[in-house]
């Protein structure tokens, strides 16, 4: 297909040339760390929904509303920040990031009504829209060329927050209330600390190879009528991620309560295992792409998780706690390849497609948690779940994703990794 060879002509006539710098893994660790803290301090919101739908008298639709608010502040402005920090970079933005949240969490923990529950939500998604352009571009500056690898520490951490927030919740707020949520102020504070580190480290990072790394990824002429396409096979395997995800990972506390009859804690225990093993899945995707190729773990990703998903509705409780490990594990495992792979379309414009490919993912989360809460309210959520099964044979559309040059010769010679 012509479109598809100058695609990835041009991909590989744009992919910038070896660093010549060993992957920083001090600073990943970091990256990671902070992005553990961002992302807890996210899922505490979702996973404190029963504490507010009882106090605050709310509907699934008004829990979904929540959601909205929080993942469209985060979504929309994300790609306008990457856009404008590709072009002047701010590392202190890492570290103002927090501040939003830590202002969100202490609202959180006092807030008696509807509207106010909607704007401590809003204050969390602006830190977490400011958060995440700059802290993806620092995890591919620390890579060494590593870029999948790089990809996966970084979002193991915000997956293994989301993971903790629920039991951290079930463990620390549940028995204390709302104003127990004020002790997780902490963590944004602690996650301040940390990126402030990151910030100097960009700083340096910055006076030391800025220019060198501007001439390589800075004049990128990609074919924006060849790019285009592509970009939107990614979106729409994005859209059946997450809107998946996102239908677990907000309704299945209510759903486990529903069907099995399970207690508060032992619901978020079940939540806990599933963003666990979304978790795991992270942490192996990139560094697997990096080796066998984007397009396959994309594939595999997407599609391998439908015989599972479609299982789920109908399954018993032992075996819903199994399909839930391995549908965590399994849809997880493509997100980092699926952002290389955007990058590496686009690699001067780190930030913008960073944010827009973040932003889209918080965007569909939000989108997801308000069509699918109102669908709860009407037809129930066992029905939702059955509907919602059928999303991951979307991933057929990977077919159509040229395979970028180089991809194997590059992970199989190691010669990118060690720069």
């Known amino acids: 297909?012509?479109?598809?060879?100058?695609?990835?002509?041009?991909?590989?006539?744009?992919?910038?040339?070896?660093?010549?710098?060993?992957?920083?893994?001090?600073?990943?660790?970091?990256?990671?760390?902070?992005?553990?803290?961002?992302?807890?301090?996210?899922?505490?919101?979702?996973?404190?929904?029963?504490?507010?739908?009882?106090?605050?008298?709310?509907?699934?639709?008004?829990?979904?509303?929540?959601?909205?608010?929080?993942?469209?502040?985060?979504?929309?402005?994300?790609?306008?920040?990457?856009?404008?920090?590709?072009?002047?970079?701010?590392?202190?933005?890492?570290?103002?990031?927090?501040?939003?949240?830590?202002?969100?969490?202490?609202?959180?923990?006092?807030?008696?009504?509807?509207?106010?529950?909607?704007?401590?939500?809003?204050?969390?998604?602006?830190?977490?829209?400011?958060?995440?352009?700059?802290?993806?571009?620092?995890?591919?500056?620390?890579?060494?060329?590593?870029?999948?690898?790089?990809?996966?520490?970084?979002?193991?951490?915000?997956?293994?927050?989301?993971?903790?927030?629920?039991?951290?919740?079930?463990?620390?707020?549940?028995?204390?209330?709302?104003?127990?949520?004020?002790?997780?102020?902490?963590?944004?504070?602690?996650?301040?600390?940390?990126?402030?580190?990151?910030?100097r480290w960009y700083r340096r990072d910055m006076a030391q190879h800025g220019a060198r790394k501007r001439s390589a990824t800075g004049k990128a002429a990609l074919d924006l009528r060849t790019v285009v396409p592509v970009i939107a096979i990614l979106m729409l395997l994005m859209f059946s991620k997450y809107f998946y995800t996102v239908s677990i990972s907000n309704y299945l506390i209510f759903y486990l309560q529903g069907k099995f009859g399970l207690g508060v804690q032992a619901a978020q225990l079940h939540l806990f295992i599933f963003l666990a093993a979304v978790a795991a899945g992270t942490l192996v995707g990139g560094p697997l792409a990096d080796r066998i190729g984007r397009k396959t773990v994309i594939w595999f990703s997407i599609m391998g998780a439908a015989p599972f998903t479609l299982a789920l509705p109908y399954a018993s409780l032992p075996v819903t706690t199994i399909l839930l490990i391995a549908i965590g594990f399994i849809v997880s495992s493509a997100f980092s390849a699926i952002l290389v792979y955007a990058q590496e379309l686009m690699p001067g414009r780190i930030g913008m497609v960073s944010g827009l490919f973040f932003g889209f993912a918080f965007g569909l989360g939000g989108i997801g948690a308000a069509v699918l809460g109102r669908a709860a309210d009407r037809h129930g959520i066992p029905a939702v779940y059955a509907v919602c099964a059928w999303l991951p044979l979307l991933g057929i559309a990977a077919a159509w994703l040229p395979r970028q040059p180089g991809e194997r010769a590059d992970a199989g010679s190691g010669s990118e990794q060690r720069g």
């Open 1 to 199: 297909m012509k479109n598809a060879a100058t695609l990835t002509s041009n991909a590989a006539s744009s992919r910038p040339a070896p660093s010549g710098r060993q992957t920083a893994f001090g600073i990943l660790g970091v990256m990671s760390a902070s992005h553990l803290l961002n992302d807890m301090i996210q899922s505490l919101m979702i996973a404190v929904y029963p504490l507010f739908k009882g106090g605050l008298h709310l509907s699934f639709g008004e829990l979904g509303v929540v959601t909205l608010a929080y993942q469209l502040t985060a979504s929309l402005l994300q790609p306008f920040i990457g856009h404008y920090t590709d072009r002047t970079p701010r590392p202190g933005s890492l570290p103002v990031s927090m501040i939003f949240s830590l202002c969100g969490l202490l609202l959180l923990s006092r807030v008696g009504s509807f509207p106010g529950l909607i704007c401590a939500a809003m204050l969390v998604g602006t830190g977490s829209s400011m958060f995440h352009p700059e802290s993806s571009r620092v995890a591919r500056l620390a890579s060494g060329g590593r870029h999948g690898l790089a990809q996966s520490i970084f979002q193991v951490g915000g997956n293994t927050g989301s993971a903790i927030g629920p039991l951290l919740a079930a463990l620390f707020i549940a028995p204390r209330g709302q104003h127990g949520i004020a002790w997780f102020a902490l963590a944004a504070v602690l996650a301040m600390l940390l990126l402030s580190l990151a910030s």
